[in-house]
Antibody, heavy 121, light 107 residues
Framework: QVQLVESGGGLVNPGGSLRLSCAAS????????MSWIRQAPGKGLEWISY????????HYADSVKGRFTISGDNAKNSLYLQMNSLTAEDTALYYC??????????????WGQGIMVTVSS | EVVLTQSPDFQSVTPKEKVTITCRAS??????IHWYQQKPDQSPKLLIK???QSFSGVPSRFSGSGSGTDFTLTINSLEAEDAATYYC?????????FGQGTKLEIK
């Protein structure tokens, strides 16, 4: 069965960095677009980035552009999110999610359990 | 950016009632709307894709309709386990955006 397991979250000082990982299993990683989506405490969902099935197409939300970098390792079936210059506004539960096909127009059909990132001094 | 506005924000409903949640887009998005259910302390789960296509394993009481700018999620014969927050999501253009959510409380 499809599984997405995030790791790498935690408490970080403002201005600091973190790298999130998402280990994927149960499907052919190279056949799907993957996204990161976050949810601030008590708030709604915010899409922040996607990467195409072979990593050639990447897009970011304006709120993270220039600070966050998405990447994938097809050999390890893993998705990553390098987060730099973190601020309190980045405090959220971060989900990796699979898009249900080989394009950015598909729904997010499977989600990880989420990993918490807290930016605070 | 396509803004999605859901209504209502909150609804208190009784079991077996029929529930309708609407999602209005700030511009036409064709049929590129999807619906998710999020229960407390759980990740969102896909219910409906592309406005009206049921996702595998989703109970038949969940259905979706609409096109262009106005979309509807309908839950027929509500069950207690349907207490959750429901989100719409558009994938027609970047950035992907979500509605603000509709919280359903079961009386």
């Amino acid at each position: 069965q499809v599984q997405l397991v995030e790791s790498g979250g935690g408490l970080v000082n403002p201005g600091g960095s973190l790298r999130l990982s998402c280990a994927a299993s149960g499907f052919t990683f190279t056949d799907y677009y993957m996204s990161w989506i976050r949810q601030a405490p008590g708030k709604g969902l915010e899409w922040i980035s996607y990467i195409s099935s072979r990593g050639r197409i990447i897009h970011y939300a304006d709120s993270v552009k220039g600070r966050f970098t998405i990447s994938g390792d097809n050999a390890k079936n893993s998705l990553y999110l390098q987060m730099n210059s973190l601020t309190a506004e980045d405090t959220a539960l971060y989900y990796c999610a699979r898009q249900a096909g080989i394009s950015e127009t598909h729904a997010f059909d499977f989600w990880g359990q989420g990993i918490m990132v807290t930016v605070s001094s | 950016e396509v803004v999605l506005t859901q209504s209502p924000d909150f609804q208190s409903v009784t079991p077996k009632e029929k529930v309708t949640i609407t999602c209005r887009a700030s511009q036409s998005i064709g049929g590129s709307i999807h619906w998710y259910q999020q229960k407390p302390d759980q990740s969102p789960k896909l219910l409906i894709k592309f406005a009206s296509q049921s996702f595998s394993g989703v109970p038949s009481r969940f259905s979706g309709s609409g096109s262009g700018t106005d979309f509807t999620l309908t839950i027929n014969s509500l069950e207690a386990e349907d207490a959750a927050t429901y989100y719409c999501h558009q994938s027609s253009s970047l950035p992907h955006t979500f509605g603000q959510g509709t919280k359903l409380e079961i009386k």
